[in-house]
């Protein structure tokens, strides 16, 4: 059974920093791109990044370019995100995502909540 | 403003059909990009109910099924039943952007 485990989320005052990792298990993680998507506090779905299933190939939603930095360790499973200059509608549940074949996120995590306040 | 767009509420009796409409440009439906349906219930993430357009994962009953056709795909459910009460999205890949474009969501309320 594919199972995605995020965690790294919590309250950062604005300007701050924070990494979210995704650990992923039940399947050849090095064999999938991941994404992240975040959702905003009774708003809808927002795509925030993909990265290559090498890790060499790096994709960013125009609202965290040069902000946030998706990276992945296959040997130890996780994808890693690097959020930095946080700001208060950064404010999200993030989610990973495994990508397929078709362009779908076939799998999701729990999530987890990143409070951007001070 | 979402770069798919979906309307905000549906809703009908059970056992009663209803569709939900995403509708997009020629950078992503349009240029043949697939597109993909989620099912959201309250509290949860959101799971995988239709891929590849019209492609079912295993587990999703046959009541769900999806179509796409030039610039716009639909969400069909049939059969409906209290449990399908959740917010809808569409998914699919814009080439401008190069990345994951979504619907800005559909509830479904089931009366």
């Known amino acids: 059974e594919v199972q995605l485990l995020e965690s790294g989320g919590g309250l950062v005052q604005p300007g701050g920093s924070l990494r979210l990792s995704c650990t992923g298990s039940?399947?050849?993680?090095?064999?999938?791109?991941m994404n992240w998507v975040r959702q905003a506090p009774g708003k809808g779905l927002e795509w925030v990044s993909t990265i290559s299933a090498s890790g060499g190939r790096t994709y960013y939603a125009d609202s965290v370019k040069g902000r946030f930095t998706v990276s992945r360790d296959n040997s130890k499973n996780t994808l890693y995100v690097q959020v930095n200059s946080l700001r208060a509608d950064d404010t999200a549940v993030y989610y990973c995502?495994?990508?397929?074949?078709?362009?779908?996120?076939?799998?999701w995590g729990q999530g987890t909540l990143v409070t951007v306040s001070s | 403003q979402s770069v798919l767009t979906q309307p905000p509420s549906v809703s009908a009796a059970p056992g009663q059909r209803v569709t939900v409409s995403c509708t997009g440009s020629s950078s992503n439906i349009g240029a043949g990009y697939d597109v993909h349906w989620y099912q959201q219930l309250p509290g949860t993430a959101p799971k995988l109910l239709i891929y590849?357009?019209?492609n079912r994962p295993s587990g999703v009953p046959d009541r769900f099924s999806g179509s796409k056709s030039g610039t716009s795909a639909s969400l069909a459910i049939s059969g409906l039943q209290a449990e399908d009460e959740a917010d809808y999205y569409c998914q699919s890949f814009d080439t401008r952007l190069s990345g994951w474009v979504f619907g800005g969501g559909t509830k479904l309320t089931v009366l």
């Open positions: 995502a495994k990508g397929d074949l078709y362009g779908s996120g076939s799998s």
């Open positions: 590849g357009n019209k």
């Open positions: 039940g399947f050849t993680f090095s064999n999938y791109a």
